[in-house]
């Protein structure tokens, strides 16, 4: 019956507009009975047939509060027509009220003079119903325009996030297939056996990898996993050169954490330490729980009289900007070097993980 009017969305935007033009009628009735000596029915009787008839009448002020719009139209040309709208309703508004108000039972002896000593403010009382009317659909004209903006900007935000995303994916995936290409290539000359071992391994976390989607989180539980695969991986090239350490309590193990967090860490520690050194590298991981966020610490030995290779730092930026993405907050990767140890320090809220 009226598409796409406000009033009619919502139930509840219905009834509280119908609510408020019953406490006006009460109040014009509290103004007559006082001032003017009426009694309560005629009082009340007059009250809800006025403001009944004009609620129904002011339904469609909405149609020229939507097509004068404030962007398209001038101001004199607004102001023009939402004066002629306003004295063609309030005269209108009167005569029906002359027509309809039963003022012959109620009070037959000064109903007629009454009426006529009434007029001039029964019409200035219908203009500034317009108006406040009118004005009241132009603020939820606007509301709605703004709350869509905003929808839609949103929208955009998440279409760039999900745009960046795929693209730090396609970095991160290339990053670690060379790393462990190398590693691979290394492997066959020394010990073809373990250099086989290392393919079908590498085989598993591939295809582990390239089927996880960046935005999405998972269990810590799944990401040490991971991670334990690509020091499995190492490991066939190192062996006891890589000594692993891993403290999580059994309770933070269902904490959710972004997918492939912790591979690029790790693989970090071992490109500059491992790499360049010729005793064994400490590596250690520790969880723990800090009021409403997970912090998860990696350390590693920095070898000592070697210079360390410097890298495209594609792995802890990566990281880095995911977090950032999904969290929308900084600072979440910390990283810490001193003479002896290197350590990355990742701070990760609490989020649900979306079914």
């Known amino acids: 019956m009226f598409p796409g009017h406000p009033l009619f969305q919502k139930r509840t935007t219905l009834l509280t507009y119908f609510t408020v033009w019953v406490v006006l009628a009460v109040l014009q009735a509290v103004v007559m009975r006082l001032e003017f000596a009426h009694s309560w029915t005629s009082a009340l009787t007059d009250g809800f047939i006025s403001y009944g008839i004009f609620s129904l009448f002011a339904i469609s002020f909405w149609y020229p509060a939507k097509y004068l719009s404030l962007e398209e139209n001038s101001t004199a040309i607004i102001l023009v027509n939402h004066l002629a709208a306003a004295m063609v309703s309030a005269g209108i508004w009167t005569a029906l009220l002359y027509l309809i108000l039963p003022y012959q039972i109620l009070n037959p002896e000064s109903a007629d003079s009454f009426f006529r000593d009434s007029l001039s403010w029964r019409v200035a009382i219908g203009m500034l119903l317009y108006t406040v009317v009118t004005f009241f659909f132009y603020l939820q004209s606007y509301y709605t325009s703004f709350h869509e903006k905003m929808l839609r900007e949103s929208e955009l935000q998440n279409l760039a996030r999900e745009a960046e995303l795929r693209s730090l994916k396609l970095q991160i995936n290339p990053h670690f297939i060379f790393n462990s290409l190398n590693s691979l290539n290394a492997l066959i000359a020394i010990d073809p056996a373990a250099a086989s071992n290392m393919t079908v391994k590498l085989s598993q976390m591939l295809r582990a990898t390239l089927a996880t989607n960046l935005r999405s989180l998972r269990p810590l539980s799944e990401e040490l996993e991971t991670a334990g695969f690509y020091l499995d991986i190492e490991r066939e090239r190192f062996g006891d050169k890589i000594r ?94 001193s003479d002896k140890q290197f350590s990355v320090e990742l701070i990760i809220p609490f989020k649900e993980i979306e079914s």
């Open 244 to 337: 692993y350490r891993e403290s999580v309590p059994q309770e933070l193990l269902d904490w959710p954490v972004p997918a492939m967090c912790l591979q690029p860490l790790y693989e970090n520690a071992v490109k500059h330490a491992v790499y360049e050194s010729l005793e064994p590298i400490d590596i250690s991981f520790h969880a723990e729980q800090k009021k409403d966020f997970l912090v998860l610490k990696l350390e590693n030995d920095v070898p000592s009289g070697v210079r360390s290779r410097k890298g495209t730092g594609v792995g802890l930026q990566n990281v880095r900007s995911r977090l950032e993405l999904i969290y929308e907050k900084e600072n979440l990767l910390k990283t810490n070097r």
